[in-house]
T-cell receptor
Framework: AQSVTQLGSHVSVSEGALVLLRCNYS??????LFWYVQYPNQGLQLLLK??????LVKGINGFEAEFKKSETSFHLTKPSAHMSDAAEYFC???????????FGKGTSLLVTP | ETGVTQSPTHLIKTRGQQVTLRCSSQ?????VSWYQQALGQGPQFIFQ???????GRGNFPPRFSGLQFPNYSSELNVNALELDDSALYLC?????????????FGQGTRLTVV
C-alpha cells in the first residue's frame, strides 16, 4: 500500500533560516506526492504536488520539494522561514485506487524570532 | 467563485447519538471526499462521492455513511456515535474524480462526542 512517513513531529527554526521538513514514501508504483499546509482552525491548503513531470517541484509561498527515487524521499524546503510559515505540514501520497490520499502524521513547524 | 464550505463548524454530541455533517463543494466540482482527522494525526480517508454515487471507501465501519446531491453538495452521517469519533471532519472537492487533480478542502467540522 502507498504510505508516507514524516520524520519529526515538531520542527523549530529561526526566522530567516532554512526550513526542511522530511517525508519518505513507500510505494510499489510511481507515486503522486503532495504537501499540504494546515493553519490553526483551518482546512488543508495544497502547497505543491509531484506528478512525475519535473523532480524539483515549486509551490506556493516560496516552498519547493525534490522527488528522489533513490532515497524514496520528497522533502519540503524553503530557503528563508517567515513567521507566517508556522503551521502543520502534511505529506500525502495517492492510494493505489488513485482517488484518495494517504496522509502522514504531520510536522508542526515553529518559527522563532 | 465560492470555496468549499462545511456546516456546522463545531458540535457536541452524546455517545450513541447520530450526527449529520454537511458540505457544499466548490462551484464546478463534481467529486467530494470526506476525511477524519483525529487530534495530532493526519487525515484519514472515509469515502468519496462522484456524481451522486459512492466511488470508494476507506477503512471505516458502515455506521459512517454519506450522500451526494444533484448540486454535488454532500452529507456525512455517523450513527451510534462513539467517543473515538471525536475529530475534525474535512470535506474536499475536486473537478475530476482523479485525485491527481487538486482537492480543495473546507475548514472542517469539529465533532466532540461526550
Amino acid at each position: 500500500a502507498q504510505s508516507v512517513t514524516q520524520l519529526g513531529s515538531h520542527v523549530s527554526v529561526s526566522e530567516g533560516a532554512l526550513v526542511l521538513l522530511r517525508c519518505n514514501y513507500s510505494s510499489s508504483v510511481p507515486p503522486y506526492l503532495f504537501w499540504y499546509v494546515q493553519y490553526p482552525n483551518q482546512g488543508l491548503q495544497l502547497l505543491l504536488k509531484y506528478t512525475s513531470a519535473a523532480t524539483l517541484v515549486k509551490g506556493i509561498n516560496g516552498f519547493e520539494a525534490e522527488f528522489k527515487k533513490s532515497e524514496t524521499s520528497f522533502h519540503l524546503t524553503k530557503p528563508s522561514a517567515h513567521m507566517s510559515d508556522a503551521a502543520e505540514y502534511f505529506c500525502a501520497v495517492t492510494q493505489n485506487s488513485g482517488y484518495a490520499l494517504n496522509f502522514g502524521k504531520g510536522t508542526s513547524l515553529l518559527v522563532t524570532p | 467563485e465560492t470555496g468549499v464550505t462545511q456546516s456546522p463548524t463545531h458540535l457536541i454530541k452524546t455517545r450513541g447519538q447520530q450526527v449529520t455533517l454537511r458540505c457544499s463543494s466548490q462551484s464546478g466540482h463534481n467529486t467530494v471526499s470526506w476525511y477524519q482527522q483525529a487530534l495530532g494525526q493526519g487525515p484519514q480517508f472515509i469515502f468519496q462521492y462522484y456524481r451522486e454515487e459512492e466511488n470508494g471507501r476507506g477503512n471505516f465501519p458502515p455506521r459512517f455513511s454519506g450522500l451526494q446531491f444533484p448540486n454535488y453538495s454532500s452529507e456525512l452521517n455517523v450513527n451510534a456515535l462513539e467517543l473515538d469519533d471525536s475529530a475534525l471532519y474535512l470535506c474536499a472537492s475536486s473537478p475530476l474524480v482523479n485525485v491527481n487533480t487538486e482537492a480543495f478542502f473546507g475548514q472542517g467540522t469539529r465533532l466532540t462526542v461526550v
